[in-house]
């Protein structure tokens, strides 16, 4: 049965996309079977996997209006080695749509029910607010991922997502819980970091992934060629650092 987390963070700007790419193509170069889910109407993460948006058939607006099955709406990312939900323009409609129509919260969990058995891990990126579209991802998901900057603002975001999850967990998917804190950017050499790291710890402990991703050109370069970084240049230290939070992941889960 496949694990379902989200990649989530109130805050915008903070890497949500380039985590879900990446940890979906270290996951895959590590022989899991991984799917990725595309909840942000800008398309970023479906056009970071190296598929062109604008020329899918079927997207996650259709299976979230029941119009399609995950089955038949996911394609396959073939330099990255997973497959890809995607998401375009069309998506910025859903919110309206899905007003109206019952259990609105809980189609993304009810349309991945039938492919549970087809993945090890089915990844969810989250737009940065709380809209219907994230409220399907959170219903969904087992868990959640917060990548994080190492800065001051960044550690009230993290509340308000906390609080977030814990009004979803109470109300509509018991389930949910905080999987774990990535650092994300980080740049050793500033000692501002290094302190808003340390309160990290201080704070939530376990739940802080002992991986780190660096601040790093070619992670930041992939997106332009299409590509996650793992797959853009494997031998970068963000590409390799994404590769042993992949390891990390799948120790994690197995002792939830």
């Known amino acids: 049965m496949a694990k379902i987390f989200c990649i989530a963070n109130q805050k915008g700007g903070v890497g949500k996309t380039t985590t879900c790419v ?30 062109n948006k604008r020329e899918l058939e079927l997207s996650v607006y259709d299976v979230l209006l029941g119009e399609a099955t995950v089955a038949e709406a996911a394609v396959a990312a073939e330099a990255c080695g997973y497959r890809v939900l995607g998401a375009n323009r069309e998506l910025a409609g859903a919110e309206v749509e899905l007003v109206s129509l019952e259990q609105r919260e809980q189609r993304l969990k009810q349309a991945l029910a039938a492919v549970a058995a087809d993945y090890d891990f089915v990844l969810i990126d989250c737009p940065p607010s709380l809209s219907l579209l994230t409220l399907n991802g959170l219903c969904a998901a087992n868990g959640v991922i917060v990548p994080m900057q190492c800065e001051y603002f960044a550690l009230e975001g993290v509340s308000d997502l906390v609080n977030t999850i814990k009004q979803v967990r109470a109300n509509l998917n018991r389930e949910l819980k905080v999987i774990g804190l990535l650092r994300v950017m980080f740049d050793a050499r500033t000692m501002l970091q290094k302190q808003v790291s340390d309160q990290l710890f201080e704070h939530f402990g376990d739940e802080v992934f002992q991986t780190v991703i660096p601040r790093n050109v070619r992670l930041a370069e992939a ?20 590769v042993e939070f992949a390891r990390e992941m799948v120790e994690r889960i197995q002792t939830l």
Request: glycine share 16%; proline share 8%.
């Open 22 to 51: 990446n940890l979906a193509a270290g996951l895959a170069r590590i022989g899991q079977r991984v799917l990725l889910i595309d909840l942000d109407p800008q398309g970023n993460a479906t056009m970071g996997s190296g598929v």
């Open 223 to 242: 997106p332009s060629y299409g590509l996650p970084g793992v797959v853009f240049d494997p031998s970068a230290k963000g590409s390799k650092a994404f």
